[in-house]
């Protein structure tokens, strides 16, 4: 099995970026499908961890991605989720604002 990195999006889940995607462990399953034991992206995004069965698209990609974080490295999936918790649990807390 091998990996494969190929440069993608994720219906809107990314905006205008285009990321190195990973397809872990993927095996050819026909005309331009793969099983994936997980896909993330360079940057830490993790799209599957339960195997699945990807289907290339030509989406007009270019030769590099245009994310600035899969450009400069790979992040942890898990270290990524951890963070978006902590980000989301702080959006949550209430702010207050005393005047001077």
Do not use: Y
């Amino acid at each position: 099995m091998a990996e494969m990195q190929i440069v993608a999006k994720a219906l809107n889940d990314f905006g205008d970026d285009w990321h190195w995607v990973i397809l872990h462990d993927a095996e050819p399953r026909g005309d331009r499908r793969f099983h994936a034991s997980h896909v993330d992206t360079i940057c830490g995004i993790l799209l599957d961890e339960g195997g699945v069965v990807v289907t290339l698209h030509d989406t007009g990609a270019p030769d590099q991605p245009n994310c600035p974080r899969c450009l400069s490295g790979r992040m942890d999936p898990a270290l990524r989720l951890a963070l978006e918790e902590v980000l989301e649990r702080a959006e949550a807390v209430p702010v207050t604002v005393r005047p001077r």
